[in-house]
């Protein structure tokens, strides 16, 4: 049981490094790298069975793989009513998280 612990402290921290490196790549052009970053830490939380946290799973577009980078391939729109942050990437998906 601790053994199993310790993997999954592993493996959060390799997602966080992962996505991190995304975002990176994306700001330096790469976007085959930053796709690939994105996969792999996907990957990991599969076979490990972790959960992506909700601000993780805010960083990249499930419909394509591309991190969010605002600015550079996203727009946020708020919706006051339903308080809700739309965010619309590059390939046209959009998803909404609330705040």
Not at 4 to 33: F, N
Not at 41 to 59: H, Q
Request: charged share 30%; with cysteine.
């Amino acid at each position: 049981m601790a053994q199993q612990q310790s993997i999954r402290e592993i493996v959060y921290e390799r997602i966080g490094i992962l996505l991190a490196l995304a975002e990176k790549a994306l700001r330096a052009g790469d976007e085959k790298h930053a796709k690939r970053y994105v996969s792999i830490a996907r990957k990991l939380s599969t076979r490990y069975n972790c959960r992506l946290s909700k601000s993780d799973r805010m960083r990249f577009c499930k419909h394509c793989g591309m991190p969010r980078v605002v600015g550079l391939n996203t727009k946020v729109r708020l919706r006051r009513r339903t308080r809700t942050a739309e965010y619309a990437c590059s390939c046209g998906k959009t998803a909404g998280f609330k705040y």
